[in-house]
């Protein structure tokens, strides 16, 4: 459920009208539904009721503060992938002892970070970051617990820039060589051996690989655990996917049985990072129309949305569902729904038919997750304002960012 439903031929998000919260924030406006939030929580939960766990929510899905501070509410800890995550973890009252750090580039600045913070885990993704940690961590006098993120192999079947373990990416260290490095952890004087870690791409509507890849994990564990080396966690990487358009809804109850049966019995506690599925179908992009251009090959709906709002069509071909916000008489036309950045991959959706009129507002739908986090000021546009919804309650969480403030930071030479 999204939460988004038609009174009398108009819009609303939970008890708020998309057209009154337009007219009072402006638009692009990204709105999100926490009861959406709640229910992909919750699902989470349930799926792996019964075994130890820690949902960490991955940080980089949207990383506004009140989204994070929700999430902490509810219990969750966080996957970051730089110092700037943590921060912002911190700053919405997320607990360190709850956060894992991923990535393939830990710079020294960030380690010394997140050890003075006593994060949970890091996930080391190859054997100079290991080097790196442990003389940080000695630096400060401490240990840095970690795990290996390994790279299973296995095709995540996604778009190829959202796959990330198979073994021609960047990610992780190969399976195979993964016993041979916790050995050297084991002697390292500065570091604590605390999981395994593995992520092997994102928007995974066919779970199969999820369970390949956990099982492959699971043969190491076992392996390390025979050579005396005992893990307290595996950590399963981020969550499935979504619907954005016809794909088949991922099934959780799949999903919970996958993990139950692999982890039934055994005394490590599963991590799991989901991002997408967390906060995707929460959240919608609230755009109007301001020109309908009749080309000599299509129509065109120019909106006051762009690439630089929502990237995912731009940059991965992405489909999101673009729906009139309150119905209208005009004729539906075949048409692009098109941003005003001058670029031609500067597009929400190709090729749909809308029955839309100029100055009518449109909703951009499964927006929450790599929206906002991935917005820039490309062609000099202030980003978007957020705003959470909870029943009747209206939240203004982020506000529109301003021309001055989008220069502020700059200097000119004369
Ligand atoms: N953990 C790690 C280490 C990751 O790299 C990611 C996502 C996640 C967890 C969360 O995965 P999720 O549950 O969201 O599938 N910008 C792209 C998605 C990039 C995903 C990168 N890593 C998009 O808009 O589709």
Redesign the pocket.
């Known amino acids: 459920m999204n939460h988004l439903h038609r009174r009398d031929g108009r819009l609303f998000l939970e008890g708020a009208s998309l057209e009154d919260l337009a007219r009072r924030y402006g638009t692009p406006l990204y709105v999100y539904s926490r009861a959406a939030l709640d229910e992909a929580y919750q699902a989470y939960e349930q799926a792996l009721a019964g075994l130890p766990h820690l949902i960490c929510y ?1 940080v ?2 949207n990383s506004s503060l009140a989204i994070l501070q929700h999430f902490a509410r509810l219990g969750a800890g966080f ?1 970051i ?1 730089s110092g700037g995550e943590l921060a912002r973890v911190l700053a919405a009252g997320g607990s360190a002892g709850k956060v894992v750090f ?2 393939v580039g830990k710079t020294a600045e960030e380690m010394r970070m997140a050890l003075e913070a006593d994060i949970r885990c890091f ?1 080391v993704e190859s054997e100079s970051e290991l080097e790196r940690l442990n003389r940080i961590a000695a630096e400060l006098g401490v240990r840095a617990p970690v795990s290996f ?1 390994v790279n299973p192999d296995v095709d995540p079947k996604t ?1 190829p ?2 796959s ?1 373990g198979l073994k021609q990416n960047k ?1 992780g260290v190969a399976i195979g060589q993964a016993s041979a490095l916790y050995r050297r952890a084991a002697a390292m004087p500065n570091v604590e051996i605390h999981g395994v ?1 593995c ?1 092997i ?4 509507t066919d779970l199969s690989p999820i369970a390949d890849a956990i099982d492959r994990v699971l043969v190491l564990v076992d392996e390390l655990r025979s050579a005396g080396i005992r893990l307290r966690h595996v950590d399963i ?5 979504i619907r954005y358009q016809d794909e088949p809804p991922p099934d959780m109850a799949t999903y919970r049985k996958i993990l139950q049966d692999r982890f039934k019995g055994r005394d490590e506690a599963i991590i799991v ?6 906060v ?1 179908a929460a959240g919608i992009l609230l755009t109007r129309v301001e020109y309908i251009k009749a080309g000599e090959d299509r129509n065109f709906v120019i909106v006051d949305a762009a690439m630089n709002d929502l ?2 069509p731009a ?2 071909d ?1 489909f999101h569902d673009i729906v009139p916000v309150s119905e209208s008489q005009a004729v539906p036309v075949a048409c692009d729904v098109v941003g005003p950045v001058c670029e031609t991959g500067d597009f929400i959706g190709l090729g749909r038919h809308l029955a839309v009129e100029e100055g009518a507002l449109l909703a951009v739908l499964a927006a929450g ?2 929206g906002m986090s ?1 917005s820039s000021n490309y062609n000099s546009r202030p980003r978007a304002a957020e705003v959470i919804v909870n029943g009747n309650e209206i939240h203004l969480v982020h506000e529109r960012e301003t021309v001055s403030g989008m220069m502020a930071g700059e200097r000119l030479i004369y």
């Open positions: 991955a980089k899905a996957d992938v991923s990535g996930n993120r778009h820039y959202i990330t990610f870690d992520h791409g994102s928007q995974l990487g981020g969550g499935v996917g990072e989901p991002g997408r599925s967390l995707g990237m995912r940059l991965y992405a997750a790599y991935m």
